[in-house]
Nanobody, 124 residues
Framework: VQLQASGGGLVQPGGSLRLSCIAS????????IGWFRQAPGKERESVAA?????????YYGPSTKGRFTISRDNAENTVYLQMDNLEPEDTAVYYC?????????????????WGQGTQVTVSS
């Protein structure tokens, strides 16, 4: 099982980025795919999560403030995180993770597999 996160970069405040999380291996065992972020000196924070199959159930963390959209493309084994109106406070390493059970999507301990992270920097 592997998760490959990509799409990070440097963007100005108010800009947009789309992160991708490509899953490989036994993806049929996934229940939830989540995005987390971690800024230097801070705890890992839940950003968003989506059910991997069936009804498209989504969760958004309070930090997204309606600016982020999570989506999935099961044919491509990919989950996307569209981030709009980015703020300097969004600067962090963003990780995607997969859970094999329907546990609390906002808790890192609910997830079984983690990708390597992609850096997002919002700065003028």
């Amino acid at each position: 099982v592997q998760l490959q996160a990509s799409g990070g970069g440097l963007v100005q405040p108010g800009g947009s980025l789309r992160l991708s999380c490509i899953a490989s291996g036994s993806t049929s065992s996934y229940y939830i795919i989540g995005w987390f972020r971690q800024a230097p000196g801070k705890e890992r924070e839940s950003v968003a999560a989506i059910a991997w199959s069936g009804t498209v159930s989504k969760y958004y963390g309070p930090s997204t403030k309606g600016r982020f959209t999570i989506s999935r493309d099961n044919a491509e084994n990919t989950v996307y995180l569209q981030m709009d109106n980015l703020e300097p406070e969004d600067t962090a390493v963003y990780y995607c993770a997969a859970s094999r059970t329907n546990r609390q999507p906002n808790r890192p301990e609910s997830y079984d597999y983690w990708g390597q992270g992609t850096q997002v920097t919002v700065s003028s």
